[in-house]
């Protein structure tokens, strides 16, 4: 038998990203263990714990805030993976989210709403590398489309100042506007400007945040839709990563990022801002009946369009056909089952508008890049 591993676990408790990491470290433990832990509760940014100077470990699992925490974790000569991504150039293994996909499902999801002008509500400049990111990956892909982007960034630090920044902001953003923030935290700070400045949401601005957390999300008004970031299975995959190192194996080149997110829609973008009744016609029947096993002449049946018009306004506006929209609700569908429910994959097949299991599961890796039942497993990492 191996000896057990003494492993710190540096990652704060009073965040819901935080506590999904715990939770999937736990989830490991219980898979693979057992394993010594040393963990306290505690609030991101804190100092380091002063037992970490002498401890004797094996590995370290760290949300590395700062350069205090940084010297301290390295000072320890242990295996140490870095959960938080904040400080460039560490030389430390990272485990964390695929930031290029969250914007791209971010773009994807308020394009789908038919928005034409796009805003990104950010931090200052330097302040996290990977919200600087979200925020060029946001830009460059809107661009791309063919439309322009607006950026704020505060320059104050104090929430009233910043609200009046913000404010201001807004009132002078076209409309309507989809708008993404590059966490809940802005989110819903951002709502609060909204309501401030007498903008109605998610009619004149529907806003996206990133991390869903459900305290945060249900605490802002509307209710605030948000990509989940799958902190749990982040969590898993550190824990696995750190238990390889501790027994020799070499650190992988640029460390691990994770695409597991997706759109957890709430009342923030809630609309369709298409000025064409007919295509919000088509889109509703679509996002309702899809599942119902629809295609596109059942779609041309509720309209007073034919099919070539009907095809070339929904590229116009949606960026994509009739067709693959039928599609991108029956996959978000099956996705949904997939990770709530318990039912056999024939059975999400069905509910999801599919005619077959093997078409569906087909279609699903064709999309997904994995097959129906390997997301599930990975996916139920989240709960």
């Not at 950026?151 to 506007?177: D, H, K, M, N, S």
């Not at 041309?300 to 506006?317: G, H, I, M, N």
């Amino acid at each position: 038998m191996r000896k057990v591993p003494h492993v710190a676990v540096l990652i704060e408790t009073s965040r819901a990203y935080g506590r999904g990491l715990l939770e999937g470290v736990a989830e490991y433990v219980r898979a693979h263990g057992p394993w010594s832990i040393y963990f306290r509760p505690h609030g991101l940014g804190e100092p380091p714990p002063a037992w970490l100077k002498t401890w004797q470990g094996h590995g370290i699992l760290a949300r590395i805030d700062d350069e205090r925490m940084a010297r301290a974790v390295r000072a320890t000569g242990l295996p140490v993976i870095d959960l938080r991504g904040r400080l460039p150039n560490l030389g430390l293994p990272r485990v964390g989210v695929d930031n290029a996909a969250v914007t791209r499902l971010a773009v994807q999801h308020l394009r789908q709403r038919g928005l034409l002008h796009f805003a990104f509500c950010g931090l200052r400049r330097g302040e996290h590398v990977h919200m600087d990111q979200r925020c060029d990956d946001f830009e460059r892909l809107v661009r791309a489309a063919g439309h322009s982007c607006d950026v704020f960034r505060p320059r104050t630090a104090t929430w009233e100042r910043e609200q009046e920044q913000l404010v201001a902001w807004l009132r002078g953003l076209p409309r309507p506007v989809g708008i993404m923030t590059c966490n809940d935290d802005r989110g819903q700070q951002l709502l609060d400007a909204c309501r401030r400045g007498g903008i109605a949401v998610p009619d004149e601005a529907a806003v996206i945040g990133v991390d869903n957390d459900a305290l945060l999300c249900n605490l802002a008004t509307p209710p605030l839709t948000s990509i989940d970031v799958a902190p749990q299975r982040v969590g898993f995959e550190a824990a696995a990563l750190l238990d390889r190192l501790m027994v020799g194996d070499k650190p992988p080149l640029g460390g691990i990022v994770l695409d597991l997110c997706r759109v957890v829609t709430r009342q923030s973008t809630d609309v369709l801002a298409i000025d064409d009744p007919e295509l919000v016609k088509a889109v509703r029947f679509v996002r309702a009946r899809a599942c119902d096993g629809i295609n596109v002449e059942d779609v041309l049946a509720e309209v007073c369009l034919s099919r070539s018009v009907l095809e070339r306004r929904f590229k116009q506006v949606l960026g994509r056909t009739p067709k693959a929209e039928i599609l991108a609700v029956q996959i978000e569908r099956a996705r949904q089952l997939l990770t709530e429910t318990d039912l056999p994959l024939e059975a999400v097949a069905q509910r999801s508008g599919f005619h077959s299991e093997k078409y569906f599961g087909d279609v699903f890796y064709r999309k997904m890049g994995v097959r129906a039942g390997a997301y599930r497993r990975r996916a139920r990492l989240r709960d």
